[in-house]
C-alpha cells in the first residue's frame, strides 16, 4: 500500500512537471508568435511625413465646347438657289454674302421691293437735303397769319360798339339836313316840269337831286350801321370764319416750327424705316453672314429649291471657344469670374489647356433634385484641335494656399462624425482628430488639431481601428502595434 501510494504521487508530480513544461512552451510560443505578428504589422504600415506645402483647391465638372458666337442661317422667304459663295471652312466676315436666290424665281413682293427702295430713298433723301418743305411751311405760315388778321379785324368791326352817342346824333342830324336838302331840291326839280328832259336846266336839277338822293341813302345807312347789330346767323357766320382762321395758323405754325431746323427725328425715322423695310424685304434674297466667322456648315446646292426655314449655313466665331459646365450649389460660392481653369479633352490625348471663368450663373436649375449653376470658361489658348461640341474636362481653381499643413487625404478617416488621422510615434498608431480646410485631389490643409510638421502619418491604418463600434474613443487614444 505505502508503495502504491509513493508511485501515486510520483505520477502525479511529472503530470504537473510536464503541464508546467506545456503551459510554459504554450506561452513562449505565443509571445514569441505576437511579437512577430506586431513587428511585421509595423512594417507593413505606410506612413508619410506631415509637413508644409502648397494647395491648389479645385472644383472639377465636365461640359461641351462651343463658339463664343454661333449664328444659323435659315432662307426665309421661297426661291431658287443661284449661288453659293463659301465651303466649311471658310472664313467670312460680317456681310460676306454666302449664298443667293434667282430674282426671276422669287416672290412679287420681293422683286416689288426694288421699287419701294428707290421711292423711299429719294422721300428720305428729300426729307434731308430738299428746302422746299421749309419754303413751303414759311409761306403758308405767312398766308395764314395774314387771313387771320383780316378774319379778326372784321369780326371786331361787326361785333364791337360801332359809335359812341355823339356820332349816333351827329349821324341823325345829317340825315335831317340830307331830308331839308331833298325837299329843296325837289321843288326845283318840280319846276322845270314844263321843260324838256333834255334842256340843261331841267337836267341839272335832276342832277342835284339825284346827289342828295345818294347822300341821303348813304348818310342813312351809316346811322342804321351805327346803331344796329349783326343778326344771329351773321354772328354765327362771323365766329366760325375766325375759329377756322385761327386753326388753319396754329396748324402752319407747327408745321414750320416742325420743318425751320430740319427735319423731325420722327419723320427722318419714318423715312428711314421705310427704306429699311424695302431692303430688308429685298435681302430675303440672299443670305449673309452677321459676323465675322468660319462656315462650319453649308448647305444646299445651286438649283436647289428653299422655302422658309430652310436651313442655309451655320457660322460660329472661333477666335474665342468656350465650355459650359453644371457646377453643385455645393461649390458655387467659391467660383469667381477671373478663375483660372485647367482643360482637357477626350479627343485631345496628352494636351492641357488653360483657361479663365468669365461667367457665373446668378440663378440655379434643379435636375431631378439637385441643384447647379452654370459656369462659362474660356479657353485662352485654344488651337485649331479645339472644336465645337468636344467635351472637355474643366477643372476650376478656387484658392491657392501657400506654407500651410498638409495631410494626404488617404489618410483620413471618418470616427463618430469626427475627422481623424493616425500617427505613429514610438512604434504606437495614436489617433488624432483633425479639421479640414480646403482640399485637391491628393492633400488637404489642416487648420486645427494636434498633428505637427513631421508626424508619420499612417496612411494604411487597419480597418479595424474606425469600424470599432466605440469609433477610437476620445482622441489620443493608443492603439499598440509594437513594442511593449
Do not use: C
Amino acid at each position: 500500500m505505502k508503495n502504491l501510494l509513493n508511485r501515486l504521487k510520483n505520477v502525479k508530480w511529472r503530470t504537473w512537471v510536464i503541464l508546467a513544461v506545456i503551459v510554459v512552451a504554450v506561452v513562449a510560443f505565443f509571445v514569441i508568435s505576437g511579437a512577430r505578428s506586431r513587428s511585421q504589422a509595423v512594417s507593413q504600415l505606410q506612413t508619410a511625413a506631415a509637413e508644409r506645402g502648397s494647395l491648389t483647391a479645385t472644383v472639377g465638372a465636365t461640359g461641351t465646347v462651343h463658339a463664343r458666337q454661333t449664328a444659323i442661317l435659315s432662307w426665309q422667304t421661297t426661291g431658287t438657289i443661284a449661288s453659293v459663295n463659301v465651303r466649311p471652312g471658310d472664313q467670312v466676315q460680317a456681310g460676306t454674302i454666302l449664298a443667293s436666290l434667282a430674282s426671276t424665281s422669287l416672290p412679287q413682293s420681293v422683286i416689288m421691293a426694288q421699287a419701294d427702295l428707290v421711292s423711299a430713298q429719294k422721300a428720305l433723301d428729300d426729307l434731308l437735303n430738299s428746302q422746299t418743305n421749309q419754303a413751303n411751311a414759311q409761306l403758308a405760315l405767312a398766308n395764314a397769319h395774314k387771313n387771320y388778321e383780316t378774319t379778326k379785324a372784321n369780326f371786331d368791326y361787326q361785333t364791337s360798339q360801332r359809335a359812341n352817342a355823339e356820332t349816333i346824333k351827329n349821324a341823325k342830324a345829317q340825315i335831317t339836313l340830307d331830308d331839308k336838302l331833298v325837299d329843296i331840291l325837289q321843288r326845283k326839280y318840280n319846276d322845270t316840269s314844263g321843260l324838256s328832259d333834255d334842256n340843261p336846266v331841267r337836267a341839272n336839277a335832276y342832277q342835284s337831286l339825284y346827289d342828295a338822293w345818294r347822300q341821303r341813302d348813304h348818310d342813312v345807312a351809316v346811322f342804321n350801321w351805327y346803331i344796329g347789330k349783326p343778326t344771329q346767323t351773321d354772328l354765327n357766320v362771323l365766329t366760325a370764319n375766325l375759329a377756322l382762321a385761327k386753326a388753319t395758323l396754329d396748324d402752319a405754325q407747327r408745321t414750320w416750327d416742325s420743318l425751320k431746323d430740319g427735319p423731325s427725328q420722327s419723320d427722318v425715322a419714318a423715312a428711314q424705316a421705310r427704306v429699311d423695310a424695302a431692303r430688308a424685304t429685298i435681302a430675303l434674297a440672299q443670305l449673309s453672314a452677321p459676323f465675322a466667322g468660319t462656315v462650319t456648315e453649308v448647305n444646299g446646292l445651286v438649283g436647289d429649291q428653299v422655302a422658309p426655314g430652310t436651313k442655309g449655313f451655320r457660322i460660329d466665331d472661333m477666335t474665342s471657344m468656350e465650355v459650359d459646365v453644371q457646377v453643385s450649389e455645393v461649390d458655387i460660392n467659391t467660383i469667381q469670374v477671373g478663375q483660372s481653369v485647367l482643360l482637357s479633352f477626350d479627343a485631345i490625348s496628352g494636351k492641357t489647356y488653360t483657361g479663365k471663368v468669365i461667367d457665373v450663373s446668378q440663378a440655379g436649375d434643379v435636375v431631378q433634385g439637385a441643384v447647379n449653376f452654370t459656369v462659362t470658361v474660356e479657353l485662352t489658348d485654344a488651337d485649331a484641335l479645339v472644336k465645337p461640341g468636344m467635351t472637355a474636362a474643366v477643372n476650376i481653381t478656387v484658392k491657392q494656399l501657400d506654407n500651410v499643413l498638409l495631410v494626404p487625404n488617404r489618410a483620413v478617416r471618418l470616427v463618430n462624425n469626427q475627422r481623424v488621422v493616425y500617427v505613429l510615434r514610438s512604434g504606437q498608431m495614436q489617433e488624432v482628430k483633425i479639421t479640414l480646410g480646403a482640399s485637391s485631389d491628393t492633400v488637404s490643409e489642416v487648420v486645427d488639431g494636434d498633428l505637427k510638421v513631421g508626424d508619420l502619418i499612417v496612411l494604411n491604418p487597419p480597418s479595424t481601428l474606425f469600424n470599432r463600434p466605440s469609433g477610437g474613443g476620445g482622441g489620443g487614444g493608443r492603439v499598440v502595434v509594437g513594442g511593449g
